[in-house]
């Protein structure tokens, strides 16, 4: 059990993210929020990456618009796969008319236009990273709801669960004790999936205008860029616009790379559930399934 | 899952939908009402009088329940309110900017399913190869690029640099076409980087999708069938393979479009294209709440509708499916 190169690859970008996000302003001490230079300079000894109409340094807002994607990813993603696991928990576990009511509203919730709902709330709500962050979150659990229901449903019926229930254990019990080893790598999947959706869509957000304008994000400084006149016309672009663009997409492949490769690890096509489960690919997921939960439960069965 | 059961719950959707668009702005904090007047660009005091009377014009003096049922009542005639931005009826607006966003969503989606088919089917046939990895990887970076890098990377390059496509905008301003072809041929000319932007970001999903469905579909049992009948290769892929894996394609691409319109939001905004997504921004910009709500309502009916004919699709194709 060994992951595959490019999982390594993913997590080698990712530290380098997460490094340069927490460290970043400690090693490149130029201020974010104030002119620290002449406007619109090229990149320099003093200004790696020039500096913007505002004569603010474009590589502190970079550093400091990684820190604030981290931020909004790693806390949408750890919240809504918390709150998403809890859901498809209590659904599977409980089945009947709770099941039917929660996995209905996951339906709903997956059949709206998604990013268009964020945008009319967040601007209802005014900008602010809170905001942004509470939005995200409400349309983010529904995935690792649906994953985490269908292993329970089918987790409960184990003889193992069966025999601890009649002994009288709680679901919370079933839950930490029983299930959360077997579905420890589904919420692991769920995770990154989330958690890279948010950066896009935070950053998407901002870049629309629904960001906080005092706070350089990602998204905020390519909406910047966009609104200097002659962006089209220079080649500020290529620092100024395409830095953010491809700290995010670094970011984004670092961590596909990384939940592709532990998908591959464990067998399990999470991804094929992440659409409406149909008759035949949920048989063929429950084969991939059983065929993981048999060779990690040590129970020496091999298809 | 029964089809009557499908039909209930779209219909749930579209009703939950709606309701939340009722009740979203009268629950948030604020008074609709102040918004609605005090826009970001005019802030306006008002007597005692004035704020009666838009209150009585915008019907919020009256019962919630009576709120709620001439609500209902302009859904059901499409009277969506008036924008507060553009002084102009929301339905007449949005049905008028609908038209540029289907045109690039349509082109965007066709492109990228044609295309991703072919790849996917490719890549699958020639499965474990080098060039089977290779467009694996590449696609999969690609799948996860956001659109706007793309987006930027394609204006600068082929529009700014090599001026070969405009920067913006559906139309040349002001351009008077001695013919009819001559306009359609402009359309086009302008539509081309964002189309070629929203088919390049669907592009990694569609590959996959078709990959995978092409993979577990060669190995199923008439495709052995096939072979031992000494049938060439291209038959086999393209009559016996690719039957079976149009399916998922189809429907996966149909309910896809929520997806895609998100990206579309951005592309337009992006290229200054006049679809729904440039609209929705001006709105958000203005605080045109009336406008962002018909946009909505506008766009998760067509979703939703995707979505069921998606459904209906894949029961008609493949009765395993029933």
């Known amino acids: ?14 530290v380098v993210a997460i490094l340069c996000a927490l460290f970043g302003s400690w090693i490149y001490p130029t201020a974010y929020d104030r002119s620290t230079g002449p406007p619109l ?18 590589l502190a807002q970079l550093l400091l618009g990684g820190r604030i994607s981290i931020t909004v990813g790693l806390g949408v993603g750890v919240s809504a796969t918390l709150i998403g696991s809890l859901i498809g928990f209590s659904a599977g576990f409980y089945g009947g008319w709770i099941d039917q009511l929660l996995m209905r509203l996951v339906d709903i919730t997956f059949g709206i236009p998604q990013f268009l709902v964020m945008i009319v709330l967040a601007a209802w709500l005014g900008p602010s990273l809170n905001h942004t962050i509470g939005v995200l979150i409400l349309f983010s659990w529904m995935m690792p709801a649906r994953l985490i229901r269908s292993s329970t449903a089918r987790l409960k019926e184990e003889w193992f669960v069966k025999a601890a229930r009649s002994y009288g254990a709680g679901p919370l019990y079933v839950f930490f004790r029983h299930l959360l080893p077997q579905l420890a790598p589904l919420m692991g999947l769920s995770l990154i999936r989330t958690t890279s959706r948010a950066i896009m869509a935070e950053a998407g957000m901002a870049f629309l205008g629904l960001g906080d304008p005092s706070l350089p994000s990602w998204g905020q400084i390519m909406r910047n ?17 395409l830095s953010p663009q491809l700290a995010i997409t670094w970011v984004a492949i670092a961590l596909a790379l990384l939940y592709r490769s532990i998908d591959a690890l464990y067998g399990t096509e999470v991804a094929i559930s992440e659409q409406k489960p149909n008759k035949r690919h949920t048989t063929e997921r429950r084969e991939a399934e059983g065929c993981y939960l048999q060779r990690n439960s040590g129970s020496g069965i091999v298809r | 899952m029964s089809k009557p059961h499908r039909l209930l719950e779209y219909g749930l959707t579209l009703f939950v939908l709606f309701n939340l668009n009722f009740i979203l702005p009268r629950a948030l904090p604020g008074d609709p009402l102040l918004t609605l007047v005090n826009t970001d660009q005019s802030f306006s005091v008002l007597t005692a009088e004035q704020l009666d009377y838009f209150t009585s014009y915008y019907g919020l003096d009256e019962p919630l329940s009576r709120q709620y049922l001439k609500y209902w009542q302009g859904l059901l005639t499409g009277e969506l309110g008036k924008s507060i931005y553009f002084k102009e009826d929301v339905a007449s607006l949005v049905l008028r900017r609908l ?11 066709l492109l990228s399913s044609l295309v991703g088919v072919i790849l996917g089917s490719w890549a699958a046939w020639c499965q474990g190869s080098w060039f089977d990895r290779a467009l694996y990887f590449f696609l999969v970076c690609l799948a996860e690029t956001p659109v706007f890098l793309i987006g930027t990377l394609l204006l600068f390059t082929l529009g700014a640099r090599l001026h070969w496509f405009p920067l913006g905008g559906a139309m040349t301003h002001f351009a008077s076409y001695g013919s009819r072809p001559g306009q359609l041929l402009d359309i ?9 932007t929203l088919a390049l970001s669907r592009l990694g999903s569609s590959f996959l999708l078709s990959r ?11 495709m052995h069938t096939a072979y031992l009948k000494g049938l060439p290769g291209k038959t086999r892929l393209f009559k016996h393979g690719l039957k079976n894996c ?6 996966r691409t149909l309910t896809s479009l929520g997806t895609m319109i998100g990206g579309a939001v951005l592309v337009e905004n992006l290229f200054a294209y006049p679809g729904i997504g440039g609209l929705l921004q001006q709105a958000v910009l203005a605080c045109d709440y009336p406008l962002m709500q018909g946009i909505l309502l506008v766009t998760s009916i067509s ?17 395993r499916a029933r």
Do not use: K
């Open chain 1, 41 to 58: 300079q090229r990149p320099s000894q003093d200004h790696p990456l020039g500096t913007d109409d505002l004569g603010f340094d474009i």
């Open chain 2, 212 to 222: 995978n469905t092409m993979v577990a579909t060669l190995n199923e049992e008439f």
């Open chain 1, 225 to 241: 860029a966009l609104a200097f006149p002659a962006i089209w016309h220079t080649d500020f672009w290529r620092w100024w616009l």
């Open chain 2, 246 to 251: 149009l399916v998922p394609v189809i429907t």
């Open chain 1, 1 to 14: 059990m060994r992951l595959s190169w490019s999982g390594y690859l993913g997590i080698l970008m990712l």
């Open chain 2, 99 to 109: 038209g540029w966003t289907v045109l690039l969503v349509g082109s965007g989606i």
């Open chain 2, 188 to 196: 086009l000319h302008h539509a081309a980087l964002p189309v070629v």
């Open chain 2, 303 to 319: 979703v939703v509708t995707m979505n069921l004919l998606g459904d209906l699709l894949c029961y008609r194709l493949d009765p």
